[in-house]
């Protein structure tokens, strides 16, 4: 899931400050999730937004507003409010901000309310973690489950690195080192032979963005 977290007011209402009524847009699956973008926090921006003398006319609430039936369906569920309003404020992550701007054909201001931080999977206790880069490349069947393009802060695929130091990180020595993790997760599996194995330079052609996938033309 992608993770968002909410923009200071006083940012929100710099960025609005040219519009008076506005539409709200919340994210029903990831920002739901992370709590940056679900019912609670729409009534509250649209409260605080009240209180700072801003007029919010609508909210909508898509299952996910990066896909565009979704998106599109609820935008033209509220053509009518969306009509009179000036600005669009889009409690999502920056793929949901885009996605309303695409599928919007009165040609509002969309805006942000959050900032995108990462790609995440979310633990029993409710935190998140970023555990891939989305590298297009995955080599996590040679080290152990454990990402070496996420965890160590050089993306090194053949380590550890020269400044490892006691099994901590080299930039900070609270962080294990990811290779050292590797270690241990290819020794518990009884598979260390594998860290023998030098791996290639990536092809970073592959991860050269915007990344496109076409399914149907
Ligand atoms: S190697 Fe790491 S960054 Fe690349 S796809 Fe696998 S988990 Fe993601
Ligand atoms: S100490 Fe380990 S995690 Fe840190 S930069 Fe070096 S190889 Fe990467």
Not at 109 to 120: D, E, I, M, Q
Not at 143 to 160: A, E
Request: charged letters at 25%; aromatic letters at 4%; hydrophobic letters at 35%.
């Amino acid at each position: 899931m992608i993770i968002s977290r909410q923009k200071p007011l006083e940012e929100l209402l710099y960025s609005l400050k040219e519009y008076n009524k506005i539409f709200l847009v919340g994210c029903g699956e990831c920002a739901t999730t992370c709590k940056s973008g679900g019912e609670p926090e729409l009534l509250k921006m649209k409260a605080d937004l009240e209180a700072a003398g801003k007029i919010v006319l609508g909210i909508c609430m898509p299952g996910a507003p990066c896909v565009a039936p979704q998106i599109k369906t609820e935008l033209a569920k509220n053509i009518k409010v969306l009509r009179d309003c000036q600005a669009v404020l889009v409690l999502a992550c920056g793929l949901g901000v885009q996605s309303v701007k695409e599928n919007d054909r009165l040609g509002l201001a969309v805006l942000p309310a959050n900032n995108t931080l990462f790609g995440a999977v979310m633990d029993a206790q409710g935190n998140f973690y970023e555990k891939c880069s989305m590298c297009a490349e995955c080599v996590l069947g040679e080290t152990g489950g454990i990402c070496p393009v996420t965890l160590c802060p050089k993306g090194l695929l053949n380590g550890p690195c020269g400044g490892m130091n006691k099994g901590k990180c080299e930039t900070d020595n609270e962080k294990d080192c990811a290779w050292v993790l590797i270690y241990r997760e290819l020794e518990k599996k009884n598979k260390l032979d594998k860290i023998k194995d030098i791996h290639k330079e990536r092809d970073y052609k592959k991860s050269s963005r915007p990344h496109k996938l076409i399914m149907n033309k």
